[in-house]
Structure formats: structure tokens, C-alpha cells
């Protein structure tokens, strides 16, 4: 079975983004993209809530064609055209998307059925709202955090919603020079 691993920015008191939405605080830097590069070429599916998703299309798609493109401007527009999108909206209409599903309702029905095709890792993205829901029905199987050193104080929380402990097991982690540090948590099931 296919895993849900949530990727996310986080503050070092769990906040996921300012109270207005801002994530002017999140360290990032060629050697995060380097080492994100590398782990993301391992999904072969993206998932995103509605918001992310807008955002994403309207960099992605064209990036690596922008006379300033970066290398891994280029390398993450590459992945993003290939990867199949997989997008959690009650909104967004499927006609003309190309490469995406839409999942619009029955959740942890679609997100089972989702986990069960061939593929490797599906991997969230930000979409903080499509975090909850999924907490909501036990459907993420590890966490791949980047705790940025700063405390906000407010914000929008990463774990928030969902009624029973989740219980983790830390996997790996890795400290940036910028003094990012990621933690790699699975979630423990037993």
C-alpha cells in the first residue's frame, strides 16, 4: 500500500503559517532545495488542497521557461509537469486540468482507494486545510517536517482537528546550515 507523507514547513511552536496566511518566515535556500529535490524525485504523486494547488499552477507549469530560472527552478518544474496531481476541493472544476484528479467528497473512501494503486509515496504539500482532513481520518502515514527557527506566537497550526493521539516514530533527521532542522516521523500504528 502506497504512503501519505505530509511535507510541511513548520515554526518551532507548530505553526504552519502567520494568522493572516504569511509564510514570509520560512527559511529556504539552495541547500534545502537540493536535498528536497532529491527526496521528492522519489513520489510519483503530488496532493494538494485547493489553495496550494492554485498557487503551485500558477508557478510550476512555466518556471524552468523564465529567463532567470534557477536550477532547481527547472528541475522542480520538470517533476511538477510529470507527477500526477491529486487535488482536495469541492470547488475546483476537472475540465481542461491536465494530470490532475480531483477528489470532491467520500474522502477516506478516495484517499484508500488512492493508496492502494501502484505507485510509490504520495506526497502532501503544504495545504494545511487538506492536513487536517486527512488527520481527521487517519489517513497520513509519516510527516516530513522542516522546523524553522522562529516562534510565531499565532498562526495556523499543523496538528490541530483530529480527536485520537497519533503516535510517531522519528526515522531520520537533518540539520541545515540555515538552522532549519527536518524531522522525519512515520506514523506508528501499532
Known amino acids: 500500500m ?10 518551532l511552536d507548530g505553526f ?9 518566515w520560512i527559511k529556504v535556500d539552495e541547500e534545502i532545495f537540493d536535498y528536497v529535490g532529491k527526496r521528492i524525485s522519489e513520489g ?9 494547488y492554485q ?16 536550477r532547481h527552478d527547472i528541475e522542480h518544474s520538470k517533476w511538477y509537469s510529470k507527477v500526477q496531481k491529486v487535488v482536495l476541493s469541492k ?10 484528479k480531483i477528489i470532491s467528497d467520500n474522502l477516506s473512501e478516495s484517499i484508500n482507494d488512492l ?23 487517519n489517513l497520513i502515514d509519516g510527516y516530513w517536517l522542516f522546523v524553522n527557527p522562529i516562534i510565531l506566537g499565532q498562526g495556523v497550526p499543523l496538528f490541530t482537528g483530529f480527536k485520537d493521539k497519533i503516535k510517531l516514530k522519528l526515522s ?12 522525519n516521523y512515520f506514523v506508528d500504528r501499532q
Do not use: C
Not at 44 to 52: E, P
Not at 59 to 69: F, I, N
Not at 172 to 183: I, Y
Open 91 to 100: 470547488t475546483i472544476q476537472v475540465e481542461g486540468l491536465a494530470n490532475t
Open 172 to 183: 531520520d533527521t537533518h540539520q541545515f546550515t540555515s538552522g532549519v532542522t527536518e524531522l
Open 44 to 52: 510519483d504523486t503530488a496532493l494538494y488542497g485547493r489553495v496550494t
Open 55 to 70: 498557487m503551485m499552477e500558477s508557478y510550476w507549469p512555466t518556471a524552468a521557461d523564465m529567463p532567470t530560472a534557477t
Open 2 to 11: 502506497r504512503k501519505i507523507i505530509s511535507f510541511m514547513h513548520v515554526s
Open 16 to 24: 504552519v503559517s502567520g494568522p493572516n496566511g504569511e509564510m514570509d
Open 115 to 137: 493508496k492502494q494503486q501502484a505507485g510509490r509515496e504520495i506526497l502532501l504539500f503544504g495545504s494545511p486545510t487538506a492536513t487536517h482532513a486527512l488527520m481527521q481520518h
